[in-house]
């Protein structure tokens, strides 16, 4: 391996650490269950859903660079965007990330298409202006969504 090879594969292993922190890293004992840093920052309503998003942003951007192809990235950005919206939902959207594991996903995207030729690369390099405003639009509308869910919830147990 060469030097460029290596470098590349400590960035993707990298990557693949911070997924399992956000996804997997804790099992839940007596069950089959593993959640992540995500799960735990969703307990924290609209500000948790945003960390979240935060840290999954990461992990695209870093595979832009790693040579991603900008259909990767866009699944990728799939990927955040169900998790961020869906578990913006009180309760219901903490559960649904414990299942949904949109970095281990994206790693698994990512290693799929690891090694993309030099044209893609460059390419990628006009492709991050657009994957960071798709993540700003998912983290405007997790507010949006966990601002009204909170709401609607508040709504509720006033009329109770």
């Known amino acids: 391996m060469d030097t460029v090879e290596v470098e590349l594969d400590r960035r993707a292993d990298n990557i693949r650490a911070l997924a399992r922190v956000l996804d997997s890293a804790i099992g839940i004992p007596g069950t089959g269950i593993r959640i992540g840093a995500d799960s735990v920052f969703g307990l924290v309503p609209v ?90 639009v998912l983290a405007v509308g997790a507010v949006v969504i966990g601002i009204a869910a909170v709401r609607f919830l508040a709504r509720i147990a006033s009329n109770q």
């Open 47 to 136: 500000v948790g859903d945003i960390a979240g998003a935060a840290l999954s942003g990461y992990i695209v951007l870093a595979s832009a660079r790693l040579g991603a192809p900008a259909s990767t990235l866009m699944r990728m950005l799939i990927n955040i965007g169900v998790d961020t919206v869906v578990g913006s939902v009180p309760l219901l959207g903490d559960m649904f990330d414990v299942g949904w594991r949109a970095n281990i996903r994206n790693v698994e995207l990512l290693d799929a298409h690891l090694g993309g030729s030099t044209k893609t690369r460059k390419a990628n390099r006009w492709v991050v202006a657009g994957v960071i405003a798709g993540l700003v």
